[in-house]
């Protein structure tokens, strides 16, 4: 697959608006150039059945031939320190201090806090060596020196690690040893842990300066055909890391052990990882406290709110205790932004109508689609389709079925459907992973970001583990609908939401969500509950939406972040007081551990997933009350047996209807599916005591309801409790009872009339 010629890329943004520009980064390998088209995608699915893969070609200024070459991708997380005027190489002696918690000691050469360049032989490095031992390492530019500790870090343990240089006797001490609480480590402090360590060695060499940045998690090397990169990523916690000059004895070393801060005119630098918290999170900036100000910068996204070596497990939030959560988690297979040279920029034009559009490449026999979406710049139409894009953002080349292809298999009921994306993705790790997902080292992937070429936002993409469509792709079947349908819209995302509150959903008289709206801040669901307490109506045609609880950064919508934790269905979870976003501040976790279940806003709330067969819904009692019966017009008892997704309009993941959970009293239940196997379980935040009889066999509650009900000023919120529901609608080219039930809705909702 590695050579195998391929074309990739993405969007520096996925939403813009007439007269803005967006940017293209794209990489190929044995393709020289390719011929560009803009496109307006109007369906993904290839399925027999449906309408197939529809686009149409846009004449625009985008048109033509674009050279292409191989980018790059640096990744793994770490911490970047200028040192323009090379304070951080001090002449003589020095000390090198820092708390750490690694996970994957014995991977490699990792560095802790270096200002060393491999391919220059310069430089100094305090980090963990190819035994799993804590080391120090110096060039001259000649040759490289090492003194190493006698035993080997043990993994999720904290340390006090510490490398003393005494430039006058050309030696080194190296002292570890073990923090351990209660709290703070994998193991306990009842136990003797034989690894604590004091070391002397000579260096034989006198360091020389690196001429480069200091790093935390790393150190410099040169890369053939590519030139300067970071390796010796470093898997796990580094807290408050410092230099002092002169050679520290074992008094001051223990105070500093203790947690105290340096004294003195001796600090060259002190990165107090605790500080900077704030309510509303913290950002990538390392503040130094010393007398320079040589203040970090992380790259890739070091996980900050984590705990650190001296967190005592009372207080699960960084807001409460900042001091004991200076621990800054780094991962070697991290990735943010791939930071690719723009390939093309392309200024949006005026009169280009909202929708779903892909700068479409092709060259050397292959072709790939970059996705992106135009909202208006002012409302253009009564209907709008909000694209739920940090969803797409969760399941952003999702791995977990590679993985652990058992678990997967167990889930769905068959085994794995791979597809071409799957094997390009298992050919080039650098493009990340998605929050389904673990690092290397297993810790949950918990930020994700489009600034990489993402799979699932390709037209044609299926999910391996379900063999159909999945999120973006999905959601087109949808779109092909709408188009078909007589009513304009507009395309929004939840990008445009987030930053911009009810505002962008107070023009429309129709807010339609897709197949899978799972992930939601809470500024999204602010602007949700406004724009329907203010008379605004929403189609909610999926389902597991209003779920998890997400965070973006107000000047980052590319990137967002969500923590795992103890309820709700999940691929991994977050550790003990880590909960919380350091984005914003908030817990993360189901929206409905936070007093705000789906069934409040929408009707319904997520209930059980299974993945081997959709099945139809039959109308219930309160459908065929006269002020609903619209929405049944030209629809039999029984429907939604057909479908482009397993087989029906009621599958994959499932939604009902539920008074205790805060559904309104006065909703209309009008319809729910039946039948499912025993693949679909009850959902696990629900069970409190596993017992038989869980399955959708036995479970009244595994099922799809459909709902409606009114709220303030005349808006309302009509449900279908099913995700496979949109891909039902391009059936037999739209010429199926879903369709025209859901057709007989938005002909009402657009309406200046009550719906029931």
Not at 376 to 394: G, R
């Amino acid at each position: 697959m590695a050579n195998t010629p391929f074309i990739t890329g993405y969007a520096d943004s996925l939403s813009v608006r007439p007269g803005e520009t967006v940017q293209f980064m794209v990489s190929a390998e044995g393709v020289a150039s390719a011929e560009v088209q803009l496109v307006r995608l109007i369906h993904g699915d290839m399925a027999p059945g449906g309408p197939g893969f529809v686009e149409r070609e846009i004449a625009s200024s985008l048109s033509g031939t674009v050279a292409l070459t191989t980018q790059f991708t640096q990744t793994g997380s770490f911490v970047r320190v200028a040192d323009p005027a090379g304070r951080l190489t001090p002449a003589g002696s020095f000390t090198v201090h820092a708390f750490v918690w690694a996970t994957t000691p014995g991977k490699g050469r990792q560095g802790l806090v270096t200002q060393f360049d491999a391919a220059s032989r310069r430089g100094y490095g305090l980090g963990i060596n190819e035994s799993g031992c804590l080391s120090f390492w110096a060039g001259d530019g000649q040759a490289v020196h090492e003194v190493a500790a006698e035993r080997a870090l043990m993994p999720r343990i904290w340390y006090f690690v510490a490398a003393a240089y005494d430039a006058d006797k050309g030696t080194v001490e190296l002292y570890q040893e073990a923090v351990v609480n209660a709290y703070n480590s994998h193991l306990s402090p009842l136990l003797e842990l034989d690894d604590g360590s004091r070391v002397a060695g000579a260096l034989a060499l006198t360091p020389q300066a690196a001429g480069a940045d200091l790093l935390l998690a790393g150190f410099h090397d040169q890369r053939a055909g590519h030139g300067p990169v970071v390796t010796g990523l470093f898997n796990g916690k580094i807290d408050r890391p410092g230099i002092q000059a002169g050679a520290l004895g074992l008094a001051e070393l223990a105070r500093l052990k203790e947690g105290q801060a340096p004294q003195g005119a001796s600090t060259v630098a002190y990165w107090d990882t605790s500080a900077g918290y704030t309510d509303n999170g913290i950002g990538d900036r390392v503040q130094d406290t010393g007398p320079h100000g040589l203040h970090g910068l992380g790259y890739n996204r070091p996980v900050r709110a984590m705990t650190g070596w001296n967190w005592r497990g009372k207080d699960d939030c960084f807001r409460l205790a900042p001091a004991q959560y200076g621990g800054i988690y780094f991962n070697d297979d991290a990735i943010i932004d791939c930071r690719w040279q723009p390939t093309l920029r392309w200024t949006v034009p005026a009169d280009l109508k909202s929708g779903v559009y892909a700068a479409r490449l092709r060259g050397g026999g292959v072709e790939d689609h970059i996705t992106f979406f135009v909202r208006p710049t002012t409302a253009t139409a009564k209907v709008a389709m909000l694209m739920p894009t940090a969803s797409y953002l969760a399941y952003a080349n999702e791995r977990f079925v590679l993985g652990d292809p058992g678990v997967v298999e167990a889930i769905t009921g068959h085994g794995l459907i791979l597809h071409d994306d799957d094997y390009f993705l298992g050919a080039h790790p650098e493009f990340g992973a998605s929050t389904y997902d673990h690092h290397a080292d297993g810790a949950g992937v918990c930020y994700t970001s489009y600034r990489r070429p993402i799979m699932g936002l390709r037209p044609r993409h299926r999910m391996a583990a379900t063999g159909v469509p999945w999120q973006f792709a999905a959601d087109m079947s949808i779109v092909w609908w709408l188009e078909q349908c007589g009513h304009d819209f507009d395309v929004i995302t939840d990008e445009d939401l987030d930053r911009e509150g009810a505002a962008l959903l107070a023009p429309y008289k129709v807010v339609l969500n897709g197949t899978h709206s799972e992930y939601y801040s809470e500024r999204m669901m602010d602007a949700t509950d406004q724009y329907l307490a203010r008379g605004g109506r929403v189609m909610y045609l999926g389902a597991n939406g209003y779920y998890w609880v997400v965070g973006f950064r107000a000047d980052e919508p590319w990137c967002m972040e969500v923590r795992k934790l103890n309820s709700g269905s999940r691929a991994w979870q977050a550790a003990p007081g880590e909960y919380y976003l350091a984005s914003t501040g908030e817990k993360s976790g189901i929206w409905r551990d936070r007093g705000r279940a789906p069934q409040k806003s929408m009707g319904v709330g997520f209930t059980s997933e299974g993945m081997d067969e959709s099945k139809p819904y039959r109308r219930l009692p309160d459908s065929y009350d006269p002020r609903v019966s619209y929405i049944f017009e030209g629809v039999g008892e029984k429907f939604g047996d057909q479908g482009l997704a397993l087989g029906g309009a009621a599958g994959l993941e499932l939604d009902r209807y539920d008074l205790m959970w805060g559904t309104p009293p006065d909703t209309f239940l009008l319809a729910a599916s039946s039948g499912h196997s025993d693949n679909y379980p009850h959902v696990g935040e629900e069970i409190y005591f596993n017992l038989p009889g869980m399955g959708g066999t036995q479970d009244f509650q595994v099922r799809a309801d459909m709902t409606l009900f009114k709220s303030r000023a005349g808006g309302a919120v009509f449900s279908t409790g099913s995700i496979a529901w949109g891909q039902a609608l391009p059936w037999n080219n739209g010429n199926n009872d879903v369709a025209r039930l859901t057709q007989n809705v938005l002909d009402r909702f657009v309406r200046d009339e009550d719906v029931a």
